[in-house]
């Protein structure tokens, strides 16, 4: 080969992601809230290459889909929506937002988020748990927002659920992965996917998760309230797609001395 001949690049094989029946290129997902206006909304979203966008059914309009609402956006059918139930206390609340959004025609992959502390919108593990057991029953492919509690995430994994979503940090922190042995230890036992929700605050973040194993990342405010949220977008997914290609490719060992890069044999 020549030197000025390019050398050919095999193609990564990146598995999907495989929620349930459904499957995914992108393991990014992104929240529709807190953006300037649709404009950037539906700039920052093509610019994150996410395929599913999750919507608050109780802080939106699900019925407006004249021009320039949300609802409009998305029914364009180039994401896949994930239904989520911000905004409850309760499992009963949730059950019932779930519901009218399925008979309004929403997919049955749902995101189940019931807050127990107003202050540090911590969820209410005991009514996540309960609501779950009955969407899973009424066939939802229920995606559950939880505390980074590896018992909770087996049981809820017990009960049915496609995936768990523990918090990296309390919602809107931004304060990156805080506990990444609990991440670590869910990791080891789930037969479902991981996904982190919530914390996530720059690129760096979103990179850690992937690195740890993690097999998708759920955000929100870290693009929308960015300087940059379009660009922000765009560092995101760059960032999840490389910490996953790195947790495949797997790091080298982490060494307290210096080990040359070159061989030591042979020197002149």
Known sequence: MSSGEATAVAPLNVAPLKIGS????SRLIVGTGKYKDIEQTKAALIASGAE???????????????????????????????????GCHTAEEALR????????????????????????????????????????????????YCMDDPVLCRKLEDVGCAAVMPLAAPIGSGLGIKNPYNLRIILESA????????GVGTASDAAVAMELGCDGVLMNTAIA????????????????????????????????????????????
């Open 225 to 268: 309230q960015a300087r940059d949220p379009i660009l922000m977008a765009n560092a995101m997914r760059e960032a999840v797609s490389a910490g996953r290609k790195a947790f495949l490719a797997g790091r080298m060992p982490r060494r307290l001395h210096a080990s040359a890069s070159s061989p030591e044999s042979g020197l002149i």
């Open 97 to 144: 937002t779930l519901r009218l959004a399925r008979e309004l025609g929403m997919a049955e992959l749902v995101k189940l988020e019931i807050i127990g502390d107003p202050r540090t919108l911590y969820p209410d593990n005991e009514q996540t748990l309960e609501a779950a057991k009955l969407l899973v029953r009424e066939g939802f492919v229920v995606l559950p």
């Open 191 to 198: 037969k479902v996917p991981v996904i982190v929700d919530a």
């Open 22 to 25: 459904h499957s995914f290129a």
């Open 52 to 86: 599913i966008v999750t919507v608050a059914l109780r802080r939106v309009n699900l019925n407006d889909r004249g021009e320039g609402s949300l609802m409009a956006l998305l029914a364009s059918k180039r994401w896949t929506i994930l239904p989520n139930t911000a």
